[in-house]
């Protein structure tokens, strides 16, 4: 039953097993007792602090175990903030980064500060003169995943370090993402990162605060990990995510590994679009991690697909609306302005049997066709649509100035799309089609599906209930 | 080689271990997908939820896991005080809590708000009423831990619970020490514990906010757990945690093992003092954990003798200055006004071998000794201190009105105590030895010792340097 979501969580590497079940009986104690219990603790706490710090690439001194990658960005993020206060106030980050810089954003909003979004290309890629731009004087920190957790696309953070370097600002680099593959160059000041990313356990974050990187740890204070992360430190947990992180640093193989997966994943990228009609893959096709790859499927109900592939026993994940609790859909790949319906993310861990990769391969084409034809998508609709137009329909009115209207409200993802879909062929070229909606979706679908269809996206008028958006047929 | 410090972590418990190995391999995926690693975490999530809901008795949809006890107490007191923050914004605490709580104040009180303490008595107990007068309208929220973890005295948390539901204030308990023995009993509105504490493993805590309490989660928000404690569950850990819990509750033993350890608690609160000269047993004789037990010699180094009997294979813990990084004794000690320095505390978990704990009786006296006589404190100098007065040295001048003075500056507890002990004997009765000192724990073991010797505590005054402590003799 293969597992494709790794950027989610990896499963427990075996040397993180081991050394799991080895620290279990040596690393219950109090680590800041000096009794042979606690001393045995520290032991453990320390050497696990190098190991990590090393394949981090910094002093064991710059470095605290955190609970989780979340908590290692929240407070790395507060603490930075905080220790510039008199600097600035304003944030800055990419329009991609993980929620967890998000969150912490509104938070530092809340209290008075200011945040600024990095815009990305369609590829999910922050321009490194752009984030020159937008280091105002009163920047406090910079906030640049090192690659993206949703669509893969690697982030120029060597030269956006050496730029903020320049500026005397901060760079909080979140490598959760790659730190499995190797440890992020350039001159970052703080680093997050997050064990069960890597094959680690879960319950196991770290923050890197390198010397000279003013911080001042928010919330209240306990004197464990140099009073950065407060509560009784999981060594257990914390020796095997530090010696999960060693052995796949030190192994031959890990080198051979990213190579074998990034030939599968451009396998993927390069058959979905054949096997699949109407299929967008997003993301960098080089500058990006080795394991992971995003497409999107028009008239395809994210939730449904991801539903389908779990049935046939393919795990992945979804940026769809559909999958998400707020309906709305990923901030990621609304800032790439890409489709966002029937999105699948495929991530493989270390290992994956390239067998799997072609039975998704395999098995992908027939999902998409049998949740396109649950949702009453003619077989045809993509061909109909870019071809020529039907003649309208009598009670149609193609020559008034407002076009064909189409009334999608109170319908979800992908439902206006398939609606738009259906009816562009029945206006003549040059004529509209109007679709009315109030789903969050439609807002980045609608122009999506024009640049995929080649048809022009005229733009959005207010409506009295959601949004009315313009199509012109081109095409 | 008994370890008897299971108030600060206890040895993993052998259904932790089990349940930790079961779900390491179901447990890593994330429990918020639907696919089938996702569900198969979130019911091992869900259940494990139920089993520490039962422990504690409260609904399960009021309980989430944290990654500590302390993170529990933190973000329990941060949500409680925010959500009432238009009521009042007063926090009232025992003066004993665990530090936890008094950093969660000073948060509190450097963001605006106020705190106010509640005194404990010689045993550290709270007094229900006046714990009632202290609420007063503005008080937007009370912690009272429900036993105290470095005398094991029992907090009255069921009346002070009554009367802050009567006064419509919520009161928050912490659990950590008290509840491997047994549910709190009374109307709390939050509870925080630690799963380290009763044989879980390190990383998991749990705060319970039962409904109809207030409660608005503070810090960057996070889906996970309610929004109650962002970052991704640590389920294997979470696991093991509410099964060792369960186990414990649901074992007969459990309640034979209370009665047993309560036993061989008090053969220690009896022997001690009876082999060991000047030695306070402190906490409360009856109202206490079974399992903890604490006292302070005279005239001894707390460090010294944590490593003595570390060396002669004891593992205990210390309130002694000396042993703390501040160099200032436990606040638990200070606001008892009990003697802090040669303090010894003893917790014993679970399964302690009565031989253990005998052994531990043979011991004590011996290394007590030694190191009394390092320190150079005379075998007599009890028997002096309380004895005929010795002719003044000569040099002295006893008649005078400010009588002997001890210049103690610069040196560190128990040396101020000590000199204090050998000269004593040098003043008439009715004279005053002052004793000049700038050790923290002067202020608190002078006074101390003066309880212990029956001589008369007259006072302290400002000094250039440190503080003057003036004692009279009185026996």
Not at 433 to 443: F, P
Not at 457 to 465: H, I, L, Q, T
């Amino acid at each position: 039953m293969p597992y494709f979501d790794a950027a989610s969580a990896a499963p427990l590497h075996p040397v993180a097993r081991e050394a799991l079940l080895a620290s279990l009986d040596e690393g219950w104690a109090d680590p800041a007792r000096l009794y042979r219990e606690g001393r045995r603790g520290r032991l453990l706490l320390d050497a696990a602090r190098e190991a990590a710090a090393e394949a981090v690439g910094c002093r064991p001194d710059e470095l605290v175990f955190t609970p989780s990658g979340t908590q290692a960005v929240h407070r790395g993020v507060a603490g930075a903030l905080a220790a510039r206060r008199r600097v600035g106030r304003r944030l800055l980050y990419s329009a991609v980064e993980h929620s967890s810089v998000l969150h912490a954003a509104e938070v530092h909003e809340a209290a008075g500060g200011t945040r600024a979004e990095l815009a990305v290309d369609r590829t999910g890629r922050v321009a490194a003169d752009e984030a020159s731009a937008a280091l105002t004087p009163d920047t406090a920190l910079v906030c640049l995943q090192s690659a993206n957790h949703e669509v893969g696309t690697e982030q120029p953070v060597e030269e956006v370090a050496a730029l903020c370097q320049e500026a005397g600002v901060p760079l909080l680099v979140d490598a959760a993402q790659s730190l499995p593959w190797g440890p992020v160059p350039g001159a970052w000041s703080l680093l997050a990162a997050s064990a069960h990313k890597w094959g680690g356990p879960p319950g196991v974050g770290l923050l890197a605060v390198r010397k000279g990187t003013r911080f001042a740890p928010q919330g209240p204070y306990d004197e464990r990990e140099s009073g950065r992360s407060p509560g009784f430190e999981n060594i257990p947990g914390i020796v095997a995510a530090a010696a999960s992180l060693r052995a796949l640093r030190a192994a031959p193989e890990t080198m051979d590994e990213a190579v074998r997966l990034r030939r599968l994943v451009e396998r993927i990228r390069t058959r979905v679009p054949e096997l699949v009609p109407d299929v967008e893959v997003v993301g960098d096709p080089v500058r990006r991690l080795p394991h992971l790859v995003t497409f999107s499927c028009l008239y395809v109900d994210g939730e449904t697909l991801l539903h389908e592939l779990d049935r046939a026993g393919f795990s992945v994940s979804s940026g769809s609306s559909c999958t998400s609790s707020t309906l709305a859909p990923s901030h990621v790949l609304r800032a790439m302005g890409v489709l966002s319906e029937g999105n699948v993310r495929v991530s493989l861990p270390y290992g994956t049997a390239e067998a799997d990769v072609d039975r998704f391969l395999e098995v992908l084409p027939q999902v998409v066709r049998s949740v396109r034809e649950r949702l009453g998508v003619p077989a045809d609709v993509a061909a109909t649509a870019g071809g020529a137009a039907a003649a309208p329909a009598p009670h149609e009115e193609p020559d008034e100035p407002a076009g064909l209207v189409v009334d999608s409200l109170g319908r979800r993802c992908p439902i206006p799309v398939i609606e738009l879909a259906k009816v562009i062929g029945q206006v003549p070229v040059g004529g509209t089609v109007t679709v009315l909606s109030d789903d969050e979706a439609a807002r980045q679908d609608i122009p999506a599906w024009c640049a995929m269809r080649d048809q022009e996206y005229v733009g959005e008028r207010s409506a009295e209930r959601g949004a009315a958006y313009v199509v012109r047929r081109r095409v």
